[in-house]
């Protein structure tokens, strides 16, 4: 099944959006962040199908300073409440880091180093620059 970034959606107004798109054969992906109190992560895990989407860092996407030992206990602390896997993103821009979430996460989401290999190349080099990073993360993760 194929999931949904529910960004804009708390879990407590989820049960219909939710149950449509569940119908559309689509699963709502709600976000956790480090900030996220217990009470609201339970709220996600009850209506969390396909993953959840773990934020790494406080602050915007493409900060650095990404604290992997922090986001492994973190992790772990989830998995005592989320039944489906736990994707994590924002800080991970390099096969290096992707390798180190990778131990800890069911997934590795990388979105603004993407972004910034684009913007970054010509329409010539995109392709080249894209596929060499992509090739990067692959290789550090399995």
Request: aromatic content about 4%.
């Amino acid at each position: 099944m194929d999931g949904v970034l529910t960004v804009d959606c708390p879990p407590e107004e989820a049960p219909e959006l939710s149950a449509a798109l569940t119908g559309a054969g689509l699963d709502p992906v709600f976000l956790i962040a480090p900030t996220t109190p217990l009470e609201r992560v339970k709220e996600i895990a009850r209506h969390a199908r396909g993953y959840v989407y773990y934020v790494s860092l406080k602050g915007v996407t493409g900060a650095g300073n990404l604290d992997i030992d922090d986001v492994a206990r973190k992790i772990a602390a989830l998995r005592e409440y989320i039944q489906v896997p736990i994707g994590v993103g924002f800080g991970i821009r390099d096969g290096a880091t992707a390798k180190a979430i990778s131990v800890t996460a069911d997934a590795v989401v990388v979105g603004s180093r993407l972004v910034q290999e684009i913007e970054a190349a010509t329409p010539e080099t995109a392709k080249e620059r894209l596929t060499r990073l992509v090739a990067e993360l692959k290789t550090a993760i399995l």
